[in-house]
């Protein structure tokens, strides 16, 4: 077999390709994790401490997205929504009876 390296078009060794791609190691993964742990140490340094007293200062007043009478509202609506659905029912099952006779009639 022959000892040479194989080589891209552009003549150079392909080993070294992926040397020159690898990054370089020059700390380990508890490193990596201790630098940015202190990085985010030295973030939270420069915010300064929270104070309990902070409030939030609003230039507008606040207005409720709701109307005032959101759950009676809802109440009533989801009443309606179970006639409606009671109704329904009661067709289906008229149905699904006109159907069972029909089935039976055909069977004779």
């Known amino acids: 077999m022959d000892s040479t390296p194989p080589t891209d078009p552009r003549g150079q060794s392909k080993v070294n390709m ?4 690898a990054p370089q190691k020059d700390s380990s993964i508890k490193d ?3 630098k940015l742990a202190g990085k985010k140490a030295d973030r939270t340094e420069k915010k300064g401490p929270a104070t309990p007293d902070a409030t939030l200062e609003v230039d507008e007043p606040v207005t409720r997205a709701f109307p005032e009478n959101l759950f009676a509202t809802l109440r009533d609506d989801i009443a309606a929504l179970k006639q409606e659905l009671a109704a329904d029912v009661k067709d ?3 149905n699904m009876g006109e159907l069972e006779q029909r ?4 069977e004779r």
């Open 18 to 21: 992926v040397k020159a791609r």
């Open 32 to 34: 990596m994790f201790a």
């Open 92 to 94: 289906i099952r008229c």
């Open 103 to 106: 089935v039976d009639s055909l």
